[in-house]
């Protein structure tokens, strides 16, 4: 094997040697075609090394072969793997792709779309259709890249058996908005600016509705353009429909949140109640600065719940006249506390419950002094007889396993 491994050197020096400019069109068009093929060839070879590579991992105490080859080759780690879960399906299954991959038939990337092609149908298929739908990958290879292999691939079963394409359809429907629910996630990251950044990933459904409820408010067609002339770029329209849709929520259909219905908190100083918000210095959901003109109109279309203070930023308690804290309370701490206080969690104010400090069964009072923010997990280990906890110099708590 080594000494056919030489020769195949020595006839890579050979090809090497000679300059390419002085060869004839038609000799350069043919090598060109036929180098695609030996690569093929010679990848083939590689995938079926790879596959019975066990031993070499084993030897050198790697995970696996693309492992070990990755670092011993300085090779990029997600391409190696690939590679070898491809020498694994030709290996295992897919022999007619095997075969043409050694025959400078198809590419490699021809050959991992056709076997990831039939890998995904693999259990829709009886084992004479999955002949069939290899057969017919093989020969569309012919006319297709891999991006068209793949393309096709989405929809060989239906090619293969269309008399079961309908219950397919709905099967592979319902399993991509199960896979759409698992990957969505939504993040909002404060830039430290005044603006902050969004990111996420929706699923199509949620990401049209959304769309075309934005579109409805930036009109893009309809939109003019900014008192210099200039035409105000789409992606502008959209951030500020945003605003205008967030504007025009009805806070009484919203669900509740954190324990009592969605409100905005407006915090201000005596002083500034007195001037009628004359002056700026507000904050919007605890510490986020606003204008008072800005918390003028979101009087306009929100609850708004002003929270009074005084020189040192005093709120009245309650006192004892209820075992669960008020929503005004709950609010209070929640701007106090921002979040979880155990220490070493950030989970959100929103997502956290009152504790009682000094417990109500043992007198303690329901008051915004006696309240702090836990979180769930948090607020279950406090109660757990399992654990100690101790109040830190900065009002944090710290947890500990009893011996």
Not at 50 to 62: E, K, Y
Not at 246 to 259: K, T, W
Request: net charge neutral; hydrophobic share 40%; with cysteine.
């Amino acid at each position: 094997m080594t000494d056919s491994l030489s020769s195949v050197c020595a006839a890579i020096d050979e090809l090497a040697g000679f300059e390419p400019l002085y060869v004839p069109m038609p000799q350069k068009r043919e090598l060109l075609r036929g180098l695609v093929a030996a690569e093929a060839r010679l990848a083939a070879v590689r995938l079926a090394v790879l596959a019975t590579a066990g031993d070499v991992a084993d030897d050198a105490g790697a995970k696996d072969p693309a492992s070990w080859l990755s670092h011993d080759q300085n090779l990029d780690k997600r391409e190696a793997r690939a590679d070898q879960a491809l020498a694994k399906l030709l290996a295992e299954r897919w022999h007619a792709v095997a075969a043409a991959l050694g025959a400078g038939e198809v590419t490699l990337e021809q050959a991992r779309a056709i076997a990831n092609a039939l890998d995904e149908v693999r259990d829709e298929l009886s084992a004479a259709q999955l002949v069939e739908a290899e057969r017919t990958l093989l020969t569309e290879a012919k006319r297709l890249d891999p991006a068209g292999l793949r393309k096709l691939g989405r929809h060989l079963a239906d090619v293969v058996d269309p008399d079961s394409a309908e219950e397919r359809e709905a099967k592979r429907l319902a399993d991509e908005e199960k896979h759409a629910a698992e990957k969505a996630k939504f993040s909002l990251r404060p830039q430290g600016d005044g603006t902050t950044r969004i990111s996420g990933r929706l699923p199509d459904a949620v990401a049209k509705r959304l769309k075309r409820y934005l579109e409805a408010f930036a009109q893009p067609r309809k939109q003019a353009a900014e008192s210099d002339g200039r035409r105000v770029p789409y992606a502008t329209l959209m951030a500020r429909a945003m605003g205008d849709l967030l504007e025009r929520v009805d806070p009484g259909r919203l669900p509740d949140h954190g324990g009592d219905a969605t409100t905005v908190v407006v915090t201000i100083t005596l002083d500034q109640l007195r001037t009628e918000l004359a002056s700026g210095g507000l904050g919007y959901d605890a510490d986020t600065p606003i204008t008072a003109a800005t918390a003028r109109r979101l009087a306009c279309n929100a609850t708004i719940i002003p929270m009074v203070l005084g020189a040192a930023g005093q709120v009245l308690d309650v006192g004892r006249a209820s075992r669960l804290h008020t929503p005004v309370q709950r609010k209070v701490i929640r701007l106090r506390d921002k979040k979880c206080r155990a220490a070493g969690c950030d989970a959100s104010a929103e997502w956290c419950e009152v504790h009682h400090l000094v417990e109500w069964s043992q007198g303690g009072k329901t008051t915004v002094k006696n309240g702090i923010l836990l979180c769930c997990h948090h607020h279950h280990r406090i109660h757990d007889p399992a654990y100690h906890h101790e109040r830190q110099p900065d009002g944090d708590i710290r947890f500990s396993k009893k011996k």
